[in-house]
């Protein structure tokens, strides 16, 4: 049974910025403090949390990113996840939904969930805050 995790953000950020911190390699590694590779094309091949996560990136414009997720740990019978995320306009802000879809058990969606804010949203806020609205 395949399983989903749904969640938005509201990100200090316009969706040009958001995407920039999504998809340029340099930014990632300055807000993840890991290792990133992320070829912005699709096909490209995307890395993050020092080879942690792989896949491939499958959808790619100015308000949406689409790529495959396969931590690691997981073993090779399970299949990959999907991750989408769609950038909105919201003031001088972006909301941020993240869908991360097929992912193989409730552990993993629990690890997941809490992955997302802990190693993600929380430092790529933390970076934006700084970045965009250092006084």
Known sequence: MALTIKTEKLLPASPTQVMQMLTEQ???EKWSGEETVFDAKVGGKVSLFGGWMNGEVKEISDSKLTYTWRTAEWLADVADSIVAFDLMKDGDQTKLILEHSN?????EVKSHK???EDFFFTPLEDYLMVKYNAD
């Open 26 to 28: 340099a930014e990632i």
């Open 103 to 107: 992912l193989p058990n409730e552990d």
């Open 114 to 116: 809490q992955g997302w």
